[in-house]
């Protein structure tokens, strides 16, 4: 049973940092894309980084490039968020998920439980 694990969210002020982890388990996921994606109260849930597998290569939205980097551990099957100068608006529900088609794209074929990252102003 494929699964992803997020970890790492909580409260921190404006111009704050966190990094946030994805465990990956229960299958191979090397030939898989691995995104972020985040959803706020009220809106509608959106795409933030992605990572592919194989070759490394990243991918950002427009509103977090600069200030989020997507990385992996091969040997830990972890993928990692890394967010630097945190706004309130960065504040929402951020979930691990994985396809093994191109993220972003169609909906992820799996998805973690989410962890909640809180920015106070």
């Known amino acids: 049973q494929a699964q992803l694990v997020e970890s790492g969210g909580g409260l921190v002020q404006a111009g704050g940092s966190l990094r946030l982890s994805c465990a990956a388990s229960?299958?191979?996921?090397?030939?898989?894309?691995i995104g972020w994606f985040r959803q706020a109260p009220g809106k509608e849930r959106e795409f933030v980084a992605a990572?592919?597998?194989?070759?490394?290569?990243?991918y950002y939205a427009d509103s977090v490039k600069g200030r989020f980097t997507i990385s992996r551990d091969n040997a830990k099957n972890t993928v990692y968020l890394q967010m630097i100068s945190l706004k309130p608006e960065d504040t929402a529900v951020y979930y691990c998920?994985?396809?093994?088609?191109?993220?972003?794209?169609?909906?992820?074929?799996?998805w973690g439980q989410g962890t909640q990252v809180t920015v106070s102003a």
């Open positions: 998920a994985a396809d093994p088609g191109v993220i972003p794209g169609r909906p992820p074929r799996y």
């Open positions: 229960g299958r191979s996921f090397s030939a898989y894309d």
């Open positions: 990572i592919r597998w194989t070759s490394g290569s990243t």
